[in-house]
């Protein structure tokens, strides 16, 4: 059979294209390479992924205790979104301890210039509430400046847990006042 020079000529599909600039085929230089594992023995064995995070570290006396490890931990996870992994590069490099807590908008700045977007909401509801949940606790305040901080001291967990407690107990009274209005109306909830 003659080769068909039209054919291969048309036949664009299968020539190189070099992606539109706006394509990104490598995360952005602001994520640093994940740090290598420490070589495992014979005696060692590896620490299953769901057992990592919940494990809280056995410290000695009168050593500096931080959740600043477990956030680094969780950033150097190769699970953890490039975006997640960008915010908390930001955290880590920015915002340890509540006295440097950054502004939801300098964090944006900072995933602008990655390359990326995210709404304050998603950034709540994905990385923020995750971190509570699994032992590398982002902390938030809204006293003053408001911001988000890695928890560093005693003193970071303090505020929060005393900003939990006013919120619960404005939720508390919230539903206090809900079974008011029902009993109003004759139901017992």
Not at 21 to 31: D, I, M, T, W, Y
Not at 52 to 67: C, D, T
Request: with cysteine; charged share 20%.
């Amino acid at each position: 059979m003659p080769h068909n020079s039209a054919r291969w000529k048309d036949d664009a599909f299968f020539s190189p294209v070099k992606p539109p600039p706006s394509v990104r085929l490598s995360p952005p230089k602001c994520v640093p390479p994940p740090l290598p594992s420490p070589p495992q023995t014979r005696t060692t064995l590896p620490v299953p992924w769901y057992v990592q995070f919940k494990v809280r570290p056995h410290f000695i006396q009168g050593e500096k205790m931080s959740l600043l490890p477990a956030v680094q931990r969780k950033a150097n996870d190769p699970r953890t979104s490039v975006v997640h992994k960008c915010i908390l590069d930001f955290l880590i490099a920015n915002a340890v301890g509540s006295a440097n807590a950054q502004p939801w908008e300098m964090i944006e700045i900072h995933l602008a210039a990655c390359g990326y977007t995210l709404s304050q909401n998603a950034f709540q509801q994905g990385l923020l509430k995750n971190s509570r949940e699994n032992g590398y606790f982002i902390g938030s305040f809204d006293h003053g400046t408001r911001g988000y901080f890695i928890i560093d001291t005693q003193q970071d967990a303090e505020l929060m847990r005393d900003w939990y407690t006013a919120r619960i107990t404005k939720e508390q009274a919230r539903i206090a006042s809900l079974q008011k209005d029902a009993a109003s109306v004759g139901w017992t909830i």
